[in-house]
């Protein structure tokens, strides 16, 4: 094991975890929840785009598509540079570019002019959520890694709340351009807050400088990381937990639940609610049983997808003109679990990498589930077009996706289980011989 791979004694100069460790992460994380509201603020206004651009279906989830095309895109970029360069100037840029893209959205004359903003914002978003992952192993225990994932996942989802709260009220209040204008001064407040105060690690637990630069260097971290079958069953893990709820959210569950159930706005308001809290509240369970129970992470992800596609094939199936109420309620609350499963990706990624190789490995398993929102997105747009606006057969799309993704994950599994066994007995015997 190398130097830079080896494990560093919790008390070796300076503490892990603590108040500062918590005051170091709630600044890194608290950019990643203005991303989150940004990025999913187009949720709660995709009629008023489709009225706003005068647009269809297929051109509205292409706002969405063209985001997470660039988000997924990023990734293995992002990942690589936040191993070269630190957190703080990767969060620093994603900042500066996602309130960029945010206030481009406010002012945008045309369609046109704002698929470029969108775009924007999703380049800055995708260095969010990889910066914070790094935050939080650099700066807490690796035991409270699951959990630390967790809330960060949690924070994330609270940003979502605010959109589905906060941003659709101003809307329908002050109107679209202030209501997204006023929105982006919270992205230069955290801008401020990350330049004056976030430090990337406590003294005394620098990583080992990476002596290789250049096209090499990027192949060796993107080619050991894909090599570790932690690292694909990660990726997989995330590409079909992540996805319904996703789609749900940012762009196809409001329209869903207004044009082909029926509700009134405000109720379907509370239902994507609904789907936020949920998240929260079970992204604190999950985060706690994995952390007990290392054992327990495939068997949650898989039953949180097995729930979700049994709910979604009721509510879709139901024989009335328009699902019970309970059911949808059902389902939102199902669909709350998809965002801390996904989560369960990265507890696969993270023990089969190395201290140097986190940034990257982390970008490669935030790619699935952002794919397979991409596609599905794309999918529900087109199929809408095609139907005639029949939802039943648009989002039958999902069940397509989840098969071919509990398929890779039940392929991978074994050699996931073993590889790490095996990292984790040579890790014991390296701590073991390391003088002290």
């Known amino acids: 094991?190398?130097?830079?791979?080896?494990?560093?004694?919790?008390?070796?100069?300076?503490?892990?975890?603590?108040?500062?460790?918590?005051?170091?992460?709630?600044?890194?994380?608290?950019?990643?929840?203005?991303?989150?509201?940004?990025?999913?603020?187009?949720?709660?206004?995709?009629?008023?785009?489709?009225?706003?651009f005068?647009?269809?279906?297929?051109?509205?989830?292409?706002?969405?598509?063209?985001?997470?095309?660039?988000?997924?895109?990023?990734?293995?970029?992002?990942?690589?540079?936040?191993?070269?360069?630190?957190?703080?100037?990767?969060?620093?840029?994603?900042?500066?570019?996602?309130?960029?893209?945010?206030?481009?959205?406010?002012?945008?004359?045309?369609?046109?002019?704002?698929l470029a903003s969108r775009a924007l914002l999703g380049c800055g978003d995708a260095m969010t959520f990889i910066s914070v992952l790094r935050l939080g192993t650099r700066w807490f225990p690796a035991r409270r890694g699951p959990l630390i994932a967790q809330l960060a996942g949690l924070v994330g989802m609270a940003g979502n709340l605010v959109s589905t709260l906060l941003i659709a009220r101003l809307l329908h209040g002050i109107g679209w351009t202030a209501a997204f204008a006023g929105s982006a001064l919270a992205g230069v407040v955290v801008l401020t807050l990350v330049l004056l105060f976030l430090k990337d690690h406590p003294e005394g637990h620098e990583p080992a400088p990476v002596p290789h630069r250049?096209?090499?260097?990027?192949?060796?971290?993107?080619?050991?990381?894909?090599?570790?079958?932690?690292?694909?069953?990660?990726?997989?893990v995330h590409f079909t937990t992540q996805f319904p709820a996703m789609v749900f959210l940012l762009l196809w569950g409001l329209p869903f639940l207004v044009e082909a159930q029926g509700l009134s706005r405000a109720t379907a308001g509370e239902l994507l609610t609904l789907v936020v809290l949920s998240n929260m509240a079970v992204g604190l369970v999950y985060g706690q049983i994995?952390?007990?129970h290392h054992g327990a992470r495939l068997p949650l992800a898989l039953g949180t997808v097995g729930a979700t596609s049994l709910l979604w094939a009721a509510t879709l199936a139901h024989p009335a003109e328009h699902a019970p109420m309970w059911l949808l309620i059902v389902l939102c609350t199902v669909l709350g679990a998809c965002g801390p499963a996904s989560m369960i990706g990265f507890d696969f990624a993270r023990p089969a990498n190395p201290p140097e190789r986190q940034g990257t490995a982390s970008?490669?398993?935030?790619?699935?589930?952002f794919i397979a929102s991409m596609t599905t997105l794309f999918a529900v747009g087109v199929l809408l077009d095609a139907t005639g606006g029949n939802y039943t057969a648009a989002f039958s799309c999902v069940f397509v996706l989840q098969a071919l993704g509990v398929s890779q994950i039940l392929r991978l599994r074994g050699r996931a289980v073993r590889r790490e066994r095996e990292r984790l007995v040579a890790s014991r015997v390296e701590t073991v011989h390391v003088p002290a």
Do not use: C, H
């Open 1 to 52: 094991m190398s130097q830079a791979a080896r494990p560093v004694p919790e008390g070796a100069g300076g503490t892990l975890g603590g108040r500062r460790a918590l005051a170091m992460w709630g600044t890194g994380v608290s950019v990643y929840f203005v991303a989150v509201i940004f990025r999913t603020s187009l949720g709660v206004a995709g009629l008023d785009a489709a009225d706003r």
């Open 363 to 369: 970008g490669i398993t935030n790619m699935g589930g």
């Open 54 to 114: 005068d647009v269809g279906a297929s051109a509205l989830s292409t706002f969405s598509i063209l985001q997470l095309l660039v988000y997924a895109g990023m990734q293995i970029p992002v990942g690589l540079l936040v191993d070269r360069l630190g957190t703080k100037k990767v969060l620093a840029m994603g900042a500066v570019l996602f309130t960029l893209g945010q206030l481009g959205f406010a002012l945008s004359p045309s369609y046109g002019m704002a």
């Open 290 to 292: 994995i952390a007990r």
């Open 214 to 236: 250049g096209t090499a260097y990027v192949r060796r971290q993107i080619a050991a990381s894909w090599r570790e079958p932690g690292t694909r069953l990660g990726l997989w």
